[in-house]
């Protein structure tokens, strides 16, 4: 018993080793770093993403809103806790392949689109909202202005 207990730690290491590397050689190849940016071209680093990229670019937001104005928190570490978050389930999704297609949002991050989109339209949607610009109780902006940040619909 004593003999196969001393294997354990270089099972363990060996183990820690694999998971450390794969997951390395997944962040290089999937051009992780850019993620960590505000460009949005980072978005189509994987091809699922191409056709919410080429709406956005033709939507009505493109000169005044980047992906992350819309789908991530504007303070620093709410920021980037979110997109570690997403960035591992899309990682999970897209090496499993067992997304859906066509890409959806989630419902957490439709409540941060909503509340991303009633912060940077306060001073409209306090005017005309019966919440006051309460983004939890609001209609869902998007419900109306779905092709606001990604283009006309298909």
């Given at each position: 018993?004593?003999n196969s207990l ?5 099972v363990?290491s ?10 390395s050689?997944?962040f290089?190849h999937?051009?992780?770093l850019?993620y ?7 978005c189509?680093n ?5 056709d919410q990229?080429?709406?956005?670019q033709?939507?009505s937001h493109?000169?005044v809103?980047?992906c992350?104005?819309?789908h ?7 920021k980037?806790?979110a997109?570690?978050?997403n ?12 997304f859906?297609?066509p890409?959806?949002i ?9 509340e991303n989109?009633?912060a ?11 919440h ?14 779905a092709?606001v940040?990604?283009?006309?619909a298909?």
């Amino acid at each position: 018993m004593k003999n196969s207990l001393t294997w354990l730690p270089i099972v363990l290491s060996g183990l820690i080793g694999v998971l450390i590397g794969l997951s390395s050689y997944t962040f290089y190849h999937a051009r992780g770093l850019s993620y960590l940016s505000n460009d949005p071209t980072a978005c189509v680093n994987c091809h699922i993403m191409r056709d919410q990229y080429d709406g956005w670019q033709k939507g009505s937001h493109h000169a005044v809103a980047t992906c992350n104005d819309c789908h991530v928190p504007h303070d620093f570490i709410g920021k980037y806790l979110a997109k570690a978050e997403n960035g591992f389930w899309h990682s999970k999704g897209f090496t499993l392949q067992d997304f859906h297609e066509p890409i959806q949002i989630k419902e957490k991050n439709k409540v941060l689109l909503q509340e991303n989109c009633v912060a940077c339209h306060a001073g409209l949607v306090n005017d005309i909202s019966p919440h006051s610009g309460d983004a939890q109780t609001m209609l869902d902006c998007v419900h109306c202005h779905a092709a606001v940040g990604h283009g006309p619909a298909r």
